[in-house]
């Protein structure tokens, strides 16, 4: 076993190396289907060392901050959420205006803290409710003239949404009761839908007004298409645009949930974390088991 870790670490370090050093048209071509496949099998898997885990996932993060500015480059800087990756930095940060100090959205702000929010059951009442209330707001907007992100109660719900769902997450990292999680991933479920409507209407397309949760596209697609988004440069930055890059950041990062987490121990030891690394304890809890296989190098040694 320890030797296998011991290759497991080392051809990722192999891996990080020519990718580091490799040339331009390398690094755009390296993540090949086989090596995708491995790559979310390994960070996945139950079986994986957490070292091994530890290792890929702060790989993957570094070329996620270093690609993610890059258009060409979104196939790559999407598989830090594609295997599992959790934010650590508060959405504000990444935005140079902060959506939620907008006149018309502080109200949204107020709703929240409104709602006493201290319970699982209440999280998900409160996150379900205002799916909908999104829902019936982009309808309603869509009818108009005005630019959909014009729209105060749009932007309003929308944020609100935003603020819920960093409430859903936090107990899906926590809970331990299978039936609580499941409900918990089920909402995540809705609201990653609903964002991703308002994505689709702030870029022309009807609003869909079956019911949240359904028809779905794939994790995948939702990841690498808000990477792609995001990846390209705000060069008319307002508001409205800053609250779309809070939304397709959040796609990106918590749409991995979409996925029925495993079952886990009411109980789990705590461990100290580096806040400015990425915190493995969720992404091991929260993650299905994947099988894959690469093709050249092996992380998983015989």
């Known amino acids: 076993m320890g030797d296998s870790v011991h290759n497991q670490k080392r051809a990722l370090t192999v891996l990080e190396g ?6 331009p048209q390398f690094q755009k071509s390296f993540a090949t289907p086989s090596l995708v496949s491995s790559l979310k099998s390994t960070s996945m898997s139950f079986g994986t060392d957490n070292g091994v885990r530890r290792k890929l996932m702060l790989i993957l993060l570094s070329w996620h901050r270093h690609f993610m500015r890059d258009p060409e480059m979104a196939h790559v800087s999407s598989l830090y959420g594609l295997c599992g990756g959790v934010d650590r930095e508060p959405l504000a940060s990444i935005n140079r205006t902060n959506p939620s100090s907008a006149p018309e959205n502080r109200r949204a702000i107020d709703l929240l803290h409104s709602h006493g929010l201290s319970s699982v059951e209440g999280t998900i009442e409160a996150s379900d409710k205002e799916c909908e209330n999104l829902l019936n707001a982009m309808a309603a907007a869509s009818k108009s003239s005005e630019p959909i992100m014009q729209n105060p109660d749009v932007k309003t719900h929308a944020t609100l949404t935003l603020e819920l769902q960093k409430e859903i997450v936090h107990f899906i990292h926590t809970v331990g009761d299978s039936f609580y999680l499941s409900a918990l991933v089920l909402a995540n479920d809705k609201i990653v839908d609903v964002l991703q409507r308002l994505q689709d209407v702030a870029a022309g397309m009807p609003v869909s007004m079956h019911p949240l949760g359904t028809n779905a596209p794939s994790k995948e697609e939702l990841i690498v298409n808000a990477s792609r988004r995001l990846s390209v440069p705000d060069v008319m930055p307002t508001p409205s645009n800053a609250l779309l890059r809070e939304v397709d950041h959040s796609l990106m990062v918590h749409s991995g949930f979409t996925s029925a987490a495993p079952s886990r121990p009411s109980a ?8 400015n690394e990425i ?4 992404v091991e809890r929260n993650s299905q088991q994947v099988q894959g296989s690469i093709s050249g190098i092996k992380l998983y040694s015989i």
């Open 18 to 23: 020519i990718v580091e050093m490799g040339t």
């Open 268 to 275: 789990e030891p705590s461990e100290q974390a580096d806040p």
């Open 279 to 282: 915190d493995m304890s969720a």
